[in-house]
T-cell receptor, first 110, second 120 residues
Framework: GQNIDQPTEMTATEGAIVQINCTYQ??????LFWYQQHAGEAPTFLSY????GLEEKGRFSSFLSRSKGYSYLLLKELQMKDSASYLC???????????FGAGTTVTVRA | GAVVSQHPSWVICKSGTSVKIECRSL??????MFWYRQFPKQSLMLMAT?????????EQGVEKDKFLINHASLTLSTLTVTSAHPEDSSFYIC????????????????FGPGTRLTVL
């Protein structure tokens, strides 16, 4: 089975940094994905980690530790447009299916 | 690259009617497409996996006779909600996986914009 946990909500100030943690327990593993989803819209792909370590893409970075079943998404220099739900998803081995966490709603305040 | 479209973006129908939703990969061939459903303030729930030229694989608890999936080509999959009822009202999202296309990341699912279905 799949068990993916992430905080429900986080609030931060414009220009600040926020770290969204995700822990997972899955029967198979084929990478850890982060998606951003604005209200009423479909998710957009942010990052993909399959090996341990940090992947940096501009203001967003994602970290993975497979031995700990742990990942985080780091959002730097927060902007108002970053207010959204951030979904942690684990890829299952071989069949390309994703199991999603419930999502973390990030609210950026001025 | 990696653009996925869905049509319609929203639909309102009467209870008992059927609704067809199309999902297209516009700039790549999708070896696999996925259909999700999302209720308000909840995460995405996978309904079924669609492979071109073969029968869809449904997740546990999803009625295959109610949610008909046809993957006619490497760029098109359709979901038909048959005899829709108010409890079927939801946000339906498709995604496509490229397999090993050279210009986009493998193993990554790219999502369509979603279809909001309201059944009266």
């Amino acid at each position: 089975g799949q068990n993916i946990d992430q905080p429900t909500e986080m609030t931060a100030t414009e220009g600040a940094i926020v770290q969204i943690n995700c822990t997972y327990q899955t029967s198979g593993f084929n990478g850890l994905f982060w998606y951003q989803q604005h209200a009423g819209e479909a998710p957009t792909f942010l990052s993909y980690n399959v090996l341990d370590g940090l992947e940096e893409k501009g203001r967003f970075s994602s970290f993975l530790s497979r031995s700990k079943g742990y990942s985080y998404l780091l959002l730097k220099e927060l902007q108002m447009k970053d207010s959204a739900s951030y979904l942690c998803a684990v890829g299952r081995s071989n069949d390309y299916k994703l199991s999603f966490g419930a999502g973390t709603t990030v609210t950026v305040r001025a | 690259g990696a653009v996925v479209s869905q049509h319609p973006s929203w639909v309102i129908c009467k209870s008992g009617t059927s609704v067809k939703i199309e999902c297209r990969s516009l700039d790549f061939q999708a070896t696999t497409m996925f259909w999700y459903r999302q209720f308000p303030k909840q995460s995405l729930m996978l309904m079924a996996t669609s492979n071109e030229g073969s029968k869809a694989t449904y997740e546990q608890g999803v009625e295959k006779d109610k949610f008909l999936i046809n993957h006619a080509s490497l760029t098109l999959s359709t979901l038909t909600v048959t005899s829709a009822h108010p409890e079927d009202s939801s946000f339906y999202i498709c995604s496509a996986n490229s397999g090993s296309e050279g210009h986009i990341e493998t193993d990554t699912q790219y999502f369509g914009p979603g279809t909001r279905l309201t059944v009266l």
